[in-house]
């Protein structure tokens, strides 16, 4: 079950058929900046929609250029963050095969494009006695890299159930006061909470897409699995990041948190719940958003098959390490 503080929501039998489908609406994007919709209901601690049977595409849907979009972090051989290459210092490739960059911003050097971010906390018995740390490093965190009047963030916390805790907000008083409400107790249902903050909120919002997960990773509630939960990351353009925590005597999942990070050009982060590693991590984080480039091609291959297609992006010059997300998948003819 998830909902918020002023009710619940059961994923419903029709529901779960499309999960199972793969029914997904594909995350494309348009040349030019974007910024964060203005439907996204900034302060509100309401209830995610109910799942609801995906619509039928707008005739203008196809009038669309489709565009792939990648964002992504360029490093040195000692790893430290390289942000002054240009459009002409990059190739991307999708399944081998050489593309035309169309689109291009190097968000270090003052881009505009928004970020809209989900914060999902794992408040699950197994890591119940860690929360106070978590809350007040995430607290600092989000002080820190939201820009006021331009960046958005949302909390949710996971347990057996998944809760929205706080609505899209920019206001740290009230995102100080959804975490500060946190309590621990329950299983874990790492899956939906990824799927459902995806689905139900990310994937209608435009920007830079950032999931941010504290977890032991080890689901064991979950209704949707974790390839459908992952499929929807991917297909809606969001990066997730990972901070691995761990309750004493309890069994953890890291590589799940990994996987997720890798697959969506994220990071992840092992604190084993100290202090200094969780304000590390979360600095980390922080500095990776900073320091983002992003680029979209539209694809060679037009073939409207939902197959999904692995990307790469090279730096033309030696001794860089890009990291990026590992691919997408293509729209399905309707």
Sequence with gaps: MFGSRTGKFKISAMTKLFILLGVLVPAWISIGPVSVSAESPAGKNSAFPSFQVPPEPQANYKAQVNMVNIVFTVTDSKGAFVNSLAEQDFEVFENGAPQSILYFNNYSKGGEISITMALLVDTSGSVKDKLG??????????????????????????????????????????????????????????????????????????????????????????????????????????????????????????????????????????????????????????????????????????????????????????????????GYFAPEEK
């Design 133 to 326: 740390l978590e809350i007040d490093t995430a607290l600092e965190f989000l002080r820190n890299v939201l820009r006021p009047q331009k960046d958005l963030a949302m909390i949710l916390q996971f347990s057996s159930e998944v809760e929205l805790v706080q609505d899209f907000t920019d206001n740290l008083k009230l995102l100080e006061k959804g975490l500060s409400s946190l309590r621990g107790g329950g299983g874990t249902s790492l899956y939906d909470a990824i799927f459902l903050a995806v689905n139900e909120k990310l994937r209608h919002e435009a920007g830079r897409k950032v999931i941010v997960i504290l977890s032991d990773g080890a689901d064991n509630q979950s209704k949707v699995k974790k390839e459908e939960a992952l499929q929807a990351s991917q297909r809606a353009d969001v990066l997730i990041y990972g901070i691995g925590v761990r309750g004493a005597g309890y069994p953890a999942d890291f590589g799940v948190l990994k996987q997720f990070a890798r697959d969506t050009g994220g990071r992840f982060f092992l604190a084993k719940v100290r202090l200094a590693e969780l304000q590390q991590a979360f600095r980390e984080i922080n500095q990776d958003l900073k320091n983002q480039y992003a680029l979209a091609y539209s694809p060679t291959n037009t073939k409207m098959d939902g197959t999904f297609r692995r990307t790469e992006v090279k730096a033309r010059r030696k001794g860089f390490n890009v990291k990026s997300r590992t």
